[in-house]
């Protein structure tokens, strides 16, 4: 449609209007990538498009360099910043990591605007060459805008792969749950680096492109309405979506033109045409044509059961003198467990005694002050969560947490990202988990319509996912009714019967003590029992601090 569009009606200015449309596509398909799929509102985007810019302007202008050299250094030079500037606020959390993007880009315009001899200060740099493709000096009007909107095919078309592979679903993984991604084997800081730089390879990109646009560059490249006009184009487009970004940058381009006649008053139906779209459309243009022409129901890939993560002889994990504190609270005081392949082992206590803490250490999600975490003799204690998950350790959360716009299918397979080869591998490996508890015909159900039992069940198959060696449990039969707890605990046999070890937190003595073959009971953070579940009911100190008197 563009391109009939660009052959046949577009005047000379119609067609510089679409060549500055796709430069703003191709900054906002980068965008998607940091911002849609990562979730993290990078508003230094704008700087890097700026970099590609002045590296473009000044290598082609000052030291008269042509397209084959500038572009690729246009393209280096914001991957590099974004390496450099990524490590330190990538860890940041939301608002905080958004302010220090913010503070990037005022310093990047600072720069550029107090290096006249280098940038041409406030005036830039005029003079710059037009784009040099294999001798050929692309003209301005129809042949710039096919090469632009060349870029942003290309561009787009690895993006929208990126985004539909392992790569992009791991990091939507990380977008919607970080926690999870970590304890799925994910490294979290790796693919949000990974996103913030290759977001910084797109804007760089574009920045080039609109000075060959531009022939000028000036530190309006630099200024904030580039982040804000990208920034519209993702949330009006549909966030995450390649398409989104392309429909967005279309649309939010032309719009002022298609207003222009309105002379002063246009800004204000600009405006309330962009809030019009917000509000009709919260999950953008491309949310909006999927919800008017949904896509078809996908086809079931055929299960099969992933490779187990094995490890030989003695306990699968083995826990010496673990200790935690948080100020003045020891959470966890001196606690040793061990767990063997294919059994069960209840960990108890009243609230606030330190469980949950217990899990967490030992799935990386808190380091521990003191102690040992071992599994298979390697000691793990205070590694990251991805790196405990990958030797053979999953675990479920006590308050489950699921991706709500994922199916139960993406949702599962999230665990197995880390592991197989592509997305196809990592669902069929996802349905064997869900068949094994009863759950397949749950695989096409969007996550955010499953009711608290099914939940747990989708929670609880993405950590069987994962075949592991040992697998953590916090509280799972909480909110379930008798009928489903009954259903729970045969299905945690047959995980156990299959060579896994669990660790099971439960208050629920009725159906802890049948299934355990072992029971640690923590009381402000101390080891108060450790022995069989025969033995919980009628010891003393466990009666007097959990169980009270009247215990059933
Ligand atoms: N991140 C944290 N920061 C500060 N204190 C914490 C943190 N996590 C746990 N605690 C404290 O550590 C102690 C143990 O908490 P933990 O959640 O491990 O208990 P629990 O036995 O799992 O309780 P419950 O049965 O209620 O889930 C509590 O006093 C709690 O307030």
Redesign the pocket.
Known sequence: MLAAYALLYASPYGLRVLTVAGVYALAAIGFQIVFGLGGALSLAHGAFFGVGAYATGILGSQLGWTFAATFPLSILAPFLLALLVGLPVLRLESHYFALATLGIAQVVLLLAVNSPGLTGGANGLPGVPGVLLFGWAVPRGLPLAAVVWGFVAAGGALAWSLARGRWGRALTLVRDDPLAAGTLGLDVGRLRLGAFALSAVYAGAAGALSVHTQRVVSPEVLEFPVMVSVLAIAVVGGRGRVAGAVLGAVLLVHLPEWFRFLERSYLIVYGAALLATIVLAPEGLTGLLDRLFPPRKRVLPVAKAPPAVAIEGGPVLLVEGLRKS??G?R??DEVSLTLEAGTITGLI??????????INLISGL?RPDAGRILVAGRDLAGKRPDRIARAGIARTF?AVSLPEGATVLEAVAAARLERDRGVAAAEAHALWALERLGAADLALRPCADLPAALRRRVELARALARQPAVLLLD?PAAGLTDAEKAELAGHLRAIAAAGTALLV?E?DMGFLLPLAGHVLC?DQ?RTLYDGPPAGVRSDAAVVAAYLGEDAP
Not at 349 to 358: A, D, L, M
């Open positions: 948080f100020g609270v959470a966890v206590g009243p609230n606030g005694s330190g469980k949950t803490t217990v808190e006590q509280e937190v208050h923590l953070g």
